[in-house]
């Protein structure tokens, strides 16, 4: 049988056209070393596809939902914000974002471009979102600052006595500049930069957040972790258009660069390995350069916030105590710099506010409360939830911070740097309550260390050796990773966007406050309603973004009772002449979620306005009313008084040594501190540097005359 079969085989072969080719053989499957090298060949192929699909569908899961939400939509947001109207597969797709970086996690080797690629997708995926689904820029506050570029742009200067900030008014000065630059001649415009701001700025902080990660002697996996979980824990919600995303960014260059090129030589002592990477090697020209570039980044904050110099400076300061940055007169230099701002360019601030500036100064449990446990009470059940996401995402990442220490000791590093970083800005808790928002700053200056510590939680080993190696391709540490990874996504949408039923501006509120500056002529007062007109002085409203010197905010009793409007008409008539009452959604959102009005409150508020015979509304859409009196008091509006413009300094002879001095002093000491750049790592001091230092001394000696200062114009 087999051979007749065999010869039909062998008479078609030759009647068989010359055109058609015998079959190829089919090769036997490869066995022994073969089989293995074609098992490595297409595991690389498989470790690419897989999360390249897990990152695709992430993004289909997240994004289609999303582009079908409305302002109907957006308008049933109750107490967990626009967590409560996303849909599901939202949801979905956040959590197919975080295993994607997670698969990522266990090959032996690092797939940059892919990494690179979901850490991008996160970051645009978590902060585009309002962006992507409101009609206006979000956050009241943003709005406000573009008020400062209308004022700078039309009247060429500041205003110190309007707002504290603008004795700080180094960010606004350079936005304003880059207007002029690119044409623009109304800041309104800015509208579109203003929605987009918070997503530019956290992509803009993941470089330094890179080069920071690289100054670790770690993995490769700790390095990449420790960037992915800073991207996850950024709910703080500071990175709207204002000097503290400015300057946040700011700090984070400065601390990478220190800890990247400036960290003090340091050697193995008893089996114990630094935790920090050697630094590259760099000529003195080079690192002369660098050090301009950290002195320009420190010089660039202090003009521009309050807070960010001081929290660089405490970090600075403590490196060089611990040894950890080869920078010894830093500390000294850029303290003369920052105190300098505040004694003579900040003054109008200062010299007003002085118990606000120091009467915390030691209440460390009073300033805690008021940040913490002060913003959770009062508010409705179901925000409350918000809140207190808030308070346990900061206490896991700050324990994983705790864990990942103790993991590099166990491992057998000595780890400093980034304990500084993460543990330092905590000490604003004994300087100031920062109006209720320490906890928040707090956490957000010791993020960027607290999130590459948390990282060595999981990943503690350099991965040098080929134990270390071994170790890492048998661990599960990539499936810790991924859950905790999948618990801050989760507490990111929820910290985030849980306040945007009144962080949201609506259309409706933006017409009504045009209307206000339209009518601003000469000024105009509005109030507006707040639960605590002492303390919360800030309105849910796109407020301040024209006519900063023509219209006055007075915050205003908001009853209890919607019914009881009686003090509101009386506040109007003692307000005077072109006074108005604003009633927005955002506001009232806010007073029935974080203050504890019950629900439905500005429903029956604006119905008994409406009944009112002495009032009026002048103003009325779906999303704000603005009331005045029908019969408006006797007199006129009073003239705008924006104060004179800034700065202005009180000069003494005190004061013109101690400017003087702390001039001469900031030369010398930077000179001083290029001076050591030219030495060897480890050199004595050369006779020049010594001579600098003597030099200095009675200079800072005469500028402690800055203390008198204080103490007479307080």
Not at 551 to 564: H, N
Not at 677 to 688: E, V
């Amino acid at each position: 049988m087999s051979g007749g079969t065999a010869a039909r085989e062998e008479l078609a072969a030759e009647h068989r056209p010359a055109w058609v080719k015998d079959p190829a053989p089919e090769a036997p499957p490869p066995a022994g070393p073969d089989a293995s090298a074609a098992r490595a060949r297409r595991r690389p192929r498989l470790r690419t596809v897989v999360p390249a699909l897990l990152l695709a569908a992430g993004l289909a899961l997240y994004w289609l939902p999303v582009t079908r939400l409305d302002e109907a939509a957006l308008d049933a947001m109750g107490g967990l914000g626009l967590v409560g109207v996303l849909p599901w597969p939202v949801f979905a797709g956040a959590a197919l974002l975080v295993v994607a970086f997670a698969v990522l996690l266990w090959p032996s080797r690092p797939q940059r471009l892919l990494l690179g690629l979901v850490l991008v997708a996160t970051v645009v995926s978590l902060h585009a979102l309002p962006a992507v689904v409101e009609e206006q820029p979000r956050f009241a506050t943003a709005w406000q600052h573009l008020g400062f570029l209308e004022y700078l742009d039309r009247t060429g200067g500041s205003a110190p006595a309007l707002d504290a900030r603008w004795s700080w008014p180094g960010f606004f000065a350079a936005a304003a500049f880059v207007l002029r630059a690119c044409g623009v001649t109304d800041p309104a415009q800015l509208a579109e930069v203003v929605r987009w701001w918070p997503l530019v700025v956290n992509l803009l902080a993941l470089v330094p957040l890179a080069l920071l990660a690289r100054s670790v002697r770690a993995g490769w996996r700790a390095r990449w972790c420790g960037v992915w979980f800073f991207a996850l824990s950024s709910w703080v919600g500071q990175d709207y258009f204002s000097p503290q995303s400015f300057t946040y960014l700011l700090y984070l260059a400065f601390a990478a660069l220190l800890l990247r090129w400036f960290p003090a030589p340091a050697a193995p002592s008893g089996g114990v390995l630094p935790g920090a990477e050697t630094p590259p090697e760099a000529t003195p020209g080079r690192r002369a350069v660098l050090l301009c570039v950290v002195l320009a980044l420190f010089a660039a904050a202090v003009p521009a916030h309050q807070l960010t110099p001081f929290v660089m400076l405490g970090v600075v300061t403590v490196l060089v105590v611990l040894g950890r940055c080869a920078l010894r007169g830093l500390p000294l230099l850029l303290g003369v710099v920052a105190v300098g701002w505040v004694c003579f360019l900040a003054e109008p601030y200062w010299s007003g506010h002085f118990d606000e500036l120091f009467g915390s100064v030691g209440g460390l449990g009073a300033n805690v409360t008021s940040s913490v446990s002060g913003r959770i009470e009062g508010g409705s059940a179901t925000h409350q939830l918000v809140l207190y996401a808030r308070v346990g995402l900061a206490g896991l990442v700050m324990a994983l911070a705790c864990w990942g220490w103790w993991r590099r000791r166990d491992a057998g590093y000595r780890e400093r740097a980034l304990p500084v970083l993460a543990f330092v800005p905590a000490a604003g808790f004994a300087l100031q309550a920062y109006g209720g928002e320490m906890a928040l700053r707090v956490f957000l200056f010791a993020l960027p260390g607290a999130a590459l510590l948390a990282a060595l939680a999981f990943f503690p080993r350099a991965g040098t050796s080929e134990a270390e190696r071994a170790w890492d391709r048998v661990s599960l540490a990539p499936l810790a990773a991924l859950l905790a990874g999948l618990v801050l996504v989760g507490g990111f949408l929820v910290a985030r966007w849980g306040n945007e039923a009144f962080e949201r501006v609506r259309p409706g509120e933006v017409a009504a406050m045009e209307w206000v500056y339209a009518h601003a002529d000469p000024t105009v007062r509005l109030l507006w309603l707040s639960d605590d007109p002492e303390e919360s002085v800030t309105p849910a409203l796109p407020w301040g973004s024209r006519a900063m010197e023509r219209v006055r905010y007075v915050p205003t009793q908001a009853p209890r009772d919607p019914v009881l409007a009686e003090p509101l008409a009386e506040a109007l008539r003692e307000a005077g002449p072109d006074s108005y009452l604003i009633v927005g959604r955002g506001q009232s959102a806010y007073l029935e979620l974080d203050a504890g009005y019950s629900a439905g409150w500005e429903r029956r508020l604006l119905a008994t306005l409406d009944a009112r015979d002495d009032l009026v509304p002048v103003v009325r859409n779906a999303d704000a009313a603005v009331y005045g009196l029908r019969e408006a008091p006797r007199g006129s509006p009073e003239a705008a008084a924006p104060g004179p413009p800034g700065p202005t300094v009180t000069w003494t002879p005190w004061s013109v040594l101690g400017a003087l001095s702390a001039v001469l002093l900031v030369l010398l000491l930077g000179a001083r501190e290029f001076l050591r750049l030219r030495a060897a790592p480890g050199a004595p001091s050369s006779p020049a540097v010594r001579a600098l230092f003597w030099f200095a001394v009675p200079l800072l000696v005469a500028a402690s005359a800055l203390v008198h200062r204080f103490w007479t114009l307080a």
